[in-house]
T-cell receptor, first 114, second 117 residues
Framework: QKEVEQNSGPLSVPEGAIASLNCTYS??????FFWYRQYSGKSPELIMSIYSNGDKEDGRFTAQLNKASQYVSLLIRDSQPSDSATYLC??????????????FGQGTILTVHP | DTEVTQTPKHLVMGMTNKKSLKCEQHMGHRAMYWYKQKAKKPPELMFVYSYEKLSINESVPSRFSPECPNSSLLNLHLHALQPEDSALYLC????????????????FGPGTRLTVL
């Protein structure tokens, strides 16, 4: 089992819809959870971070964390064509050699069509 | 200033060349990172510096040599690379190296696109 798994894409949604991106992880001691957006040919951009169970909202983005189920998700409301990108889930481990180390999922390609 | 900068943007080098990649941040961050990213893959961690000391080396071949001259600068020295080393090289920084919380948020530079002929 991979340490961080994202739902396989690509994911295609119409403009104005809600895009739902999911991520599961294997290390129960994981501390911090991040979503990065990466446009083609560009570097990853941090768009959301979440550290405790529940929801965290920032504009059109909502991150959801459920540590008991080892699950983190990102919802994008009112999706726009400019949201078309690869979304990377990243998690930091509990400690030891994982101390401060980001582990990435494989990424989900999102396409928002007009 | 909330940016991480990297130079050069593009680099083409032969297998016998020696070159260096540079990274700079002025956010007062004390942890800096080098990642390698191949096409359609996530970034792979190479090195971590914490307070200018090398903390993590992810078993990277010795043809890659990192250096942290001061708290704002990070270099990656390249020597005798192979064509399979062609990739996007990303630098990132975070306030500190920690197991969790906001201080572990990593911010990436724009990257250096490296091609080894």
């Amino acid at each position: 089992q991979k340490e961080v798994e994202q739902n396989s894409g690509p994911l295609s949604v119409p403009e104005g819809a809600i895009a739902s991106l999911n991520c599961t992880y294997s290390d129960r001691g994981s501390q911090s959870f991040f979503w990065y957006r990466q446009y083609s040919g560009k570097s990853p951009e941090l768009i959301m971070s979440i550290y405790s169970n529940g929801d965290k909202e920032d504009g059109r983005f909502t991150a959801q964390l459920n540590k008991a189920s080892q699950y983190v998700s990102l919802l994008i409301r009112d999706s726009q064509p400019s949201d078309s990108a690869t979304y990377l889930c990243a998690i930091t481990g509990a400690g030891g050699t994982s101390y401060g180390k980001l582990t990435f999922g494989q990424g989900t390609i999102l396409t928002v069509h007009p | 200033d909330t940016e991480v900068t990297q130079t050069p943007k593009h680099l083409v080098m032969g297998m016998t060349n020696k070159k260096s990649l540079k990274c700079e941040q002025h956010m007062g961050h004390r942890a800096m990172y080098w990642y390698k990213q191949k096409a359609k893959k996530p970034p792979e961690l190479m090195f971590v510096y914490s307070y200018e000391k090398l903390s993590i080396n992810e078993s990277v071949p010795s043809r890659f040599s990192p250096e942290c001259p001061n708290s704002s600068l990070l270099n990656l020295h390249l020597h005798a690379l192979q064509p399979e080393d062609s990739a996007l090289y990303l630098c990132a920084s975070s306030p500190v190296r920690t197991s969790g919380g906001k201080n572990n948020e990593q911010f990436f530079g724009p990257g250096t696109r490296l091609t080894v002929l």
